[in-house]
């Protein structure tokens, strides 16, 4: 089955750095990958969504690249805001399912 | 108003007991899951449905059930609680293949 492994050591930064958070999967290539965030006794949100044939997808602060052979995305917030504090979930679309890896939270300090 | 709405918010029941969380939806899509959450161990699919007349179990599904009332109604029992099905469990819909998924705001679940 699909693997998503996201570093559950929690990421601290301070305030107005850029904050990188990584996911990575094992087994099938989705056709895409999506970033949600979530805060505590909250659903998920979604952010972001890349495309197998995308290599790198903006929106505001956020940018996420999408590398397929290395299995690998990579979620950057830059000039980071104490509200960006929260936990982010990576997740795969495969087999008409959503696969969530468990998380990275990132706490931003002022 | 929320557009995926669990109900109840919170519920402590005793082990043994037949319980049901219960999810609307105002958004049109035809795709539901139900997840659970657990520390550490992400989102676990239970169940999923793509419309009234289909439900597939998810990798879970065991001590689970679930039932797709109507196209906006899907919800989740579990016949006989147990204290390991103490959990965040949360009600998602989608819309087609390439879309993401917008999630309810959760039911606590204590079994004691």
């Known amino acids: 089955s699909q693997k998503i492994e996201q570093n559950s050591e929690a990421l601290n930064i301070q305030e107005g750095k850029t904050a990188t958070l990584t996911c990575n999967y094992t087994n099938y290539s989705p056709a895409y990958l999506q970033w949600y965030r979530q805060d505590p006794g909250r659903g998920p949100v979604f952010l972001l969504l890349?495309?197998?044939?995308?290599k790198e997808k903006r929106k505001e602060r956020l940018k996420v690249t999408f590398d397929t052979t290395l299995k690998q995305s990579l979620f950057h917030i830059t000039a980071s805001q104490p509200a960006d504090s929260a936990t982010y979930l990576c997740?795969?679309?495969?087999?008409?399912?959503?696969?969530f890896g468990s998380g990275t939270k990132l706490n931003v300090k002022p | 108003d929320a557009d995926v709405t669990q109900t109840p918010r919170n519920r402590i029941t005793k082990t043994g007991k037949r319980i049901m969380l219960e999810c609307s939806q105002t958004?049109?899509?035809?795709?539901m899951y139900w997840y659970r959450q657990d520390p550490g161990l992400g989102l676990r699919l239970i169940y999923y449905?793509?419309?009234?007349?289909?439900?597939n179990k998810g990798e879970i599904s065991d001590g689970y059930s679930v039932s797709r009332q109507a196209q906006a109604k899907f919800s989740l029992s579990l016949e006989s609680a147990i204290p390991n099905q103490t959990a965040l469990y949360f009600c998602?819909?989608?819309?087609?293949?390439?879309?993401?998924?917008?999630f309810g705001q959760g039911t606590r679940l204590t079994v004691v």
């Open positions: 958004k049109g899509h035809d795709r």
């Open positions: 449905s793509f419309d009234v007349k289909d439900i």
């Open positions: 890349i495309r197998e044939n995308e």
């Open positions: 998602a819909t989608s819309d087609g293949d390439r879309e993401s998924a917008f």
């Open positions: 997740a795969l679309y495969n087999f008409n399912k959503f696969y």
